[in-house]
């Protein structure tokens, strides 16, 4: 009797994981079976087969998306971001970590709060000031990223440095390292776990960010998601093309998880150790 209970919860697991997988998948299978279809055929009817696959839509969509320069400065913006918040915020949780001052407590509680504070909150000002600074462009969208970033980062950090005993601070002092040579040489690749954490968490919203670069970035210098919404507004009743662009924007997303896959299950898997 039990057994037979078990099997039918067992059953019924398999059944709503099933379930679920079919609601992940439908709006890709919409997307990218719509992709190869003419606008005849789209309006004919999304969710049948394509009668013929029209690449053309794809060719058209790459031209008029600007997908390789579109592509060059997300990758340049999103990198560069992710590494000014690993650099700084896993020095700044060393520093936090290690210095047990009144002062040090202070300032993580601020950055801790800080992660409270909606973006909506403090946008138009911080576009009016970078305005008036002339950082309206790809170095002050980065600079932006690092400010927004940097508090989730330094709270993941500083948990990390509690399971990093001070004795390797002290051996490493004895042995003649520096400050300098003890965290990047012994503290900060004893951190890779959690900055493999940092990072994905990180590239997630950077990459996929519209909000941000839309204040900042002009057309000429847009990233992929900023891109796809002019070429959307372009597109609005040709689904074919703009589907097709949406499908060229998501490859890289791809490509970019096959390669990394092993690094990322393995850096979270750590990271949750930690």
């Not at 697991?13 to 919409?30: C, D, H, R």
């Not at 029209?54 to 340049?76: G, H, P, R, T």
């Amino acid at each position: 009797m039990k057994k037979n209970k078990e099997k039918r919860n067992l059953f019924s697991i398999e059944i709503l994981g099933i379930v679920l997988g079919l609601l992940w998948i439908a709006p890709f299978y919409l997307m990218l079976v719509n992709a190869f279809k003419t606008k005849r055929e789209i309006f004919g009817g999304v969710l049948g087969l394509p009668e013929s696959l029209a690449f053309e839509n794809f060719v058209q969509a790459f031209i008029d998306l600007e997908f390789l320069k579109s592509l060059f400065n997300s990758v340049l913006i999103t990198g560069l971001s992710i590494l000014v918040i690993i650099l700084f915020s896993s020095m700044a949780g060393y520093a936090l970590a290690r210095n047990k001052s009144k002062l040090s407590g202070i300032i993580f509680f601020i950055f801790v709060a800080a992660m409270l504070i909606p973006f909506q909150s403090v946008m138009i000002p911080l576009v009016s000031i970078f305005g008036q600074a002339n950082m309206l462009n790809a170095g002050g969208l980065i600079f932006m990223y690092l400010g927004f970033g940097c508090s989730l980062s330094i709270f993941l950090y500083h948990g990390a440095m509690t399971g990093v005993s001070k004795t390797m601070d002290e051996a490493a002092i004895i042995d003649g390292a520096n400050r300098f040579q003890l965290f990047w040489y012994i503290i900060f690749p004893l951190l890779k776990p959690i900055s493999v954490t940092v990072g994905i968490l990180n590239v997630i919203w950077i990459w996929n960010d519209y909000l941000l670069p839309s204040l900042v970035l002009s057309e000429a210098n847009a990233t992929i998601p900023l891109k796809m919404f002019y070429f959307f507004g372009q597109y609005t009743k040709q689904w074919h093309l703009a589907l097709a662009g949406l499908t060229i924007a998501i490859i890289p997303v791809i490509i970019g998880y096959f390669f990394a896959q092993k690094q990322i299950i393995k850096g979270v898997s750590e990271g949750a150790v930690k």
